[in-house]
């Protein structure tokens, strides 16, 4: 009992500190879940020995791997899936599992007729979207053309492995396996439909729960814990993986408050994300082995270059293919082809099914755990360079640093100042389409983001900024031209200042153009909405 409750407080020790941690890292380029998981490994059994993986810290991290995949499933909106970005997600997970099974067929170690095989198969294709959730969160990418993309391609890269997992890896025979999958979908709709209808009928004991759901009773959490724990035990009495009955309790509940609960899901985000799903994460660190994974090193960058081409490679071309107009530019569709190859949970599910079965050695699946948690930092890392970093125009910077070597604090200066102008413009331009939709008024999005551009603290500072450096520079006019009188040194003095004064109006007409196709991304991206509604 000791060693239970020590390792418990160095994961809630662990949870309060990756906050911290994470804000010293510039840009948050580091998320916390890297932190939990690099913590966990270090504290684990492999290393320092601080946490134990007890049966009851096990049972916590199941539970907060059933809150994340709950969380995960109530963030999906259904018409996601059904729209024209869905079906693309389902064709590209389908190709995706095809390629897999090719590298399979073609390894010497692997089979596709055993469980191993199909086990790194099925690995391969998984995105782990409620490991992106709390990401998307913490770099504001709902709402924007990415984080709907991330949405579309993710959701399927997460449920279809589930129930590949459930059809392939069962020890049952094929229509057993069918027929079980037949019973729990019937005990989700059961779930789904029985509420819903006492919720639209305001039956009285919908009513009664409502005004219990503020008070001590909490009624609405009690009520969604009952219908997580219950379709996870479900899975369990069924031999399903519980990832399979939480992303269905999270589907249900979507289905049930199609429009949403703020008051419920900020509840279940201070139980989840506050404890259970960290302790998952921290846990999931510790039955790594740090010394395994460095004695084996080409396994593990193998499995990420195979998981870049088996899941980011099709998910790119899949982004290319629509019209010419409903396209994302190329550094977004790679940004959203990274994030939805980032993979961790399902991978541990799918091994450990492999490691019972007897058919996969306990390093082997440790390494390609450590591969999955990789991905956690790498992807996001990855991505958060092609979606910011290219607004800077780095390869312009290059060339401009290139041709003025003496400028180059200057020159660098300017594109980092037009990456930060970028975030403001479209900050400003999603606070605009929330708040025009909230209020249903019809004024232009764009003149919304102005006007509250505008308005912003920011902006007046930086306005303030803009006005201070026009009178510095006119307080300077007269020194460049009393150099420029001056002979030969002031031709140098002009010609230096004519290149800094073109290169700004470059890199001006550039900043336009730029927020210009992110306004008629974001724009697309609204009216595609109306059109599905």
Not at 257 to 286: N, Q, R, T, W
Not at 369 to 388: D, I, Q, W
Not at 479 to 489: A, D, K, N, V
Request: glycine fraction near 6%; include cysteine.
């Amino acid at each position: 009992m000791p060693t239970d409750f020590i390792s418990l407080f160095t994961a809630a020790l662990v949870a309060a500190a990756a906050p911290i941690i994470a804000k010293l890292v510039p840009r948050g380029l580091v998320p916390e879940t890297v932190i939990l998981l690099l913590a966990g490994a270090l504290l684990g059994p492999y290393t320092a020995g601080v946490i134990e993986l007890t049966d009851s810290i096990d049972m916590l991290s199941e539970l907060g791997l059933a809150f994340l995949f709950l969380l995960a499933g109530y963030e999906i909106d259904p018409k996601s899936l059904s729209g024209t970005q869905g079906k693309k997600g389902l064709a590209t997970w389908i190709v995706s599992m095809a390629i897999a099974l090719v590298l399979v067929l073609l390894s010497p170690s692997l089979s596709v007729s055993h469980i191993d095989g199909l086990a790194v198969a099925i690995a391969l294709t998984t995105t782990a979207l409620g490991t992106l959730m709390p990401i998307i969160k913490e770099r504001d990418l709902e709402g924007t053309p990415v984080g709907g993309g991330i949405l579309s391609f993710g959701t399927w890269g997460e449920l279809c492995p589930v129930l590949a997992m459930a059809l392939l890896l069962s020890s049952r025979s094929e229509w057993k396996t069918l027929l079980i999958l037949a019973v729990f979908v019937l005990v989700c709709v059961i779930m789904a439909i029985v509420p819903a209808k006492a919720r639209r009928g305001g039956h009285r004991i919908y009513r009664f729960l409502a005004s219990k759901r503020n008070t001590t009773s909490q009624a609405f959490v009690r009520v969604t814990a009952v219908l997580l724990i219950g379709l996870v035990t479900v899975s369990a009495v069924f031999q399903l993986d519980i990832v399979l009955g939480a992303f269905a309790a999270g589907f249900i509940l979507r289905y049930v408050i199609p429009e949403g609960d703020h008051e419920l899901e900020s509840k279940l985000d201070a139980i989840g994300y506050g404890f259970l799903i960290p302790v998952f994460f921290v846990v999931s660190g510790a039955k790594i082995d740090l010394a395994g994974v460095g004695e084996n090193p080409l396994l593990l960058v193998l499995f990420i270059c195979a998981l870049l081409l088996v899941r980011a490679v099709p998910i790119v071309v899949a982004l290319s293919l629509g019209k010419g107009e409903d396209k994302l530019s190329m550094h977004n569709r790679i940004t959203v082809a990274l994030y939805c190859t980032t993979a961790l949970p399902l991978i541990v599910a799918v091994t450990s099914v492999a490691v019972k079965a007897g058919a996969m050695a306990q390093d082997v699946a440790g390494t390609l755990v450590a591969a999955g948690a990789v991905t956690v930092f790498l992807m996001p890392f990855l991505a958060s360079l092609t979606y910011r970093v290219v607004d800077a125009k780095p390869i312009v910077a290059v060339q401009e640093i290139a041709a003025h070597p003496n400028d180059i604090r200057t020159i660098l200066h300017e594109h980092l100042d037009m990456e930060r102008m970028m975030v403001r413009q479209e900050a400003a331009a999603r606070l605009a389409m929330r708040s025009s939709e909230s209020k249903d008024e019809d004024i232009p999005w764009q003149e919304a983001a102005f006007a509250l551009q505008r308005k912003s603290e920011r902006k007046r500072a930086l306005d303030t900024l803009l006005d201070a450096a026009a009178q510095d520079l006119a307080a300077h006019k007269d020194e460049i031209e009393h150099f420029i009188e001056e002979g030969p040194r002031g031709d140098i003095v002009e010609k230096a200042t004519q290149q800094r004064e073109e290169r700004r109006k470059r890199l001006a007409r550039a900043a336009v153009r730029e927020h210009q196709r992110r306004q008629n991304e974001i724009g697309r991206m609204m009216n595609s909405d109306k059109k599905e509604r």
